[in-house]
DNA sequence: AACTCTATAGGCATATTGCACATAAGGGAG
DNA sequence: CTCCCTTATGTGCAATATGCCTATAGAGTT
């Protein structure tokens, strides 16, 4: 979450950890991330700028590294691969992330809990 | 995800999710939260002035409100209970959080799947 | 020549955080 | 009384990440 209005509340997009492991799946170019990052995803879309740049920057971290293909219809692309650096990363991270599940859960059953018991008496 | 060092990946904490909620649970201060917070969520700890700082924002948003409470002990407090704007926001997150659940999933299911297929053949 | 699609990327303003530090009340030890 | 610890709230600064906009460029179509 970064920027926009600061008046609503944001959530994560998962935009490193998706980048990620797409690449791990199968090696892959920016513009292609793009389009499969915002089909498979949930959540709202992400901009291109921002693929682009979390892309180098795992590079500059050597999660990644990339070399340039000429392709026989439009421009150069830049396919990127996971490194052993970055399969190690993206094994911590789904360690994280599933914890991150247990962090959401336990708010979704608090807020349930809630909403349950102080739904019938404080009916406003 | 903010500053530290750019190399390893955070992820959401939901910082301002969670505080909505203790506070919609029961009116309370900064100090307070952040003991509930850290005790509470299964991720790291959370830096007092990013409490104190999301707090003051939610309230200029209208999502709290505060009101100094003495005590028989310690310095004042600042209590903070929230607004009718705060429970329709709490309840909009909810539902992103539901949403952000299903993309977690999808993310782990993903990578497990990923890992099985891919990890006999290429054991390391 | 003009337009569209593919493909990558940078500038600028804004938002948020981590780290460190400041402030202040009250209570206990010496 | 002074020093220190706990409670309690907050700010200054540098660093980082994003959204929006714009630039560049190859290749094919009209």
Not at 20 to 40: D, M, T, W
Not at 86 to 108: H, R, S, W
Request: net charge neutral.
């Amino acid at each position: 979450m970064a920027i926009k209005n600061g008046e609503d509340i944001t959530l994560d997009k998962l935009i490193q950890p998706g980048l990620l492991l797409f690449v791990y799946i199968k090696p892959s170019h920016g513009y292609e991330l793009i389009q499969n990052y915002n089909k498979l995803q949930s959540t709202e879309e992400v901009e291109p700028g921002t693929i682009y740049r979390n892309l180098r920057r795992m590079e500059k971290n050597r999660l990644l590294t990339s070399s340039w293909q000429i392709s026989e219809s439009g421009p150069a692309r830049r396919l990127y691969e996971i490194t052993e650096k970055g399969i190690n990363v993206l094994d911590e991270t789904a360690a994280k992330i599933e914890k991150q599940k247990l962090q959401v859960e336990q708010f979704l059953s608090l807020y349930r809990e809630q909403k349950e018991q102080g739904g019938s008496a404080d009916e406003k």
